[in-house]
């Protein structure tokens, strides 16, 4: 039976991926989001995806989406501090060419460590 909904491609042991993938000297971690299949493009905007900091201040955020691989790169415009923590987040207004919809939001936390 075909989902009505996109899937996020990711590992079991997300968690563990990005604390050791986020310990960049730069402080500005790009986010890499693979989807299972090709995407809207008009739908990979900083609306639908975007980074928060504990205040709920938005980021300035480059987004870019490979249509080879599927995959959407949110890059900060601006380094993230090391007191703050954040929050990637994925709405469910990225649609895939096929007009289906991401099931439910993604929000991941992470803040960057020395």
């Known amino acids: 039976m075909a989902s009505n909904y996109l899937d996020?491609?990711?590992?079991?042991d997300v968690k563990n991926k990005v604390r050791q993938d986020i310990r960049f000297r730069t402080?500005?971690?790009?986010?890499?989001?693979?989807?299972?299949?090709?995407?809207n493009p008009k739908s990979v905007n900083n609306v639908n995806l975007y980074v928060t900091n504990q205040n709920q201040k938005t980021l300035q955020t480059s987004i870019r989406y490979d249509t080879a691989?599927?995959?959407?790169?949110?890059?900060?415009?601006?380094?993230?501090s090391e007191a703050d923590v954040y929050t990637l987040n994925v709405t469910t207004k990225v649609q895939s060419k096929g007009g289906k919809y991401l099931r439910s939001p993604i929000k991941i936390n992470f803040k960057m460590n020395k």
């Open 8 to 12: 996020i491609v990711t590992t079991d």
């Open 27 to 39: 402080n500005m971690f790009v986010w890499k989001v693979k989807f299972n299949t090709p995407l």
């Open 69 to 80: 691989t599927n995959t959407i790169e949110v890059e900060p415009l601006e380094p993230y």
